[in-house]
């Protein structure tokens, strides 16, 4: 059974951090992009960022550049999300997700209807 667990969601307050993380386990994800998406009540599922095998990195330059860091442990199957200067506006289920690639060194490009694994959510509240 392939599973995606998340953990690290919380509280934070404004200007803060979290740092999540994305345990993956059930099979092999080096043709798997791994990464992050989050939906807030009544909105979309938004891509926040994603990391190949080789450690390549995307980040949605709207929401995330400059503030939220991608890493990628392999021989773990993890994947981390570091979360600092938090904004009301982060507040969020993040859901990790595995897209496959074509080659470990592809572009790890993601959406929400190509990927074939999903984590379950992990709440994050960005509030005073």
């Known amino acids: 059974q392939v599973q995606l667990v998340e953990s690290g969601g919380g509280l934070a307050q404004p200007g803060g951090s979290l740092s999540l993380s994305c345990a993956g386990s059930?099979?092999?994800?080096?043709?798997?992009?791994m990464g992050w998406f989050r939906q807030a009540p009544g909105k979309e599922r938004e891509f926040v960022a994603a990391?190949?095998?080789?450690?390549?990195?995307?980040y949605n330059e709207d929401t995330a550049m400059g503030r939220f860091y991608i890493s990628r442990d392999n021989a773990e199957n993890t994947v981390r999300l570091r979360m600092d200067r938090l904004r009301p506006e982060d507040t969020a289920v993040y859901y990790c997700?595995?897209?496959?690639?074509?080659?470990?060194?592809?572009?790890?490009?993601?959406?929400?209807?190509?990927?074939?694994?999903w984590g379950r959510g992990t709440q994050v509240t960005v509030s005073s």
């Open positions: 059930g099979r092999k994800f080096n043709l798997f992009a």
């Open positions: 990391i190949n095998w080789e450690g390549d990195m995307l």
């Open positions: 997700a595995a897209g496959s690639l074509s080659s470990p060194m592809d572009r790890p490009i993601m959406d929400p209807q190509r990927a074939e694994y």
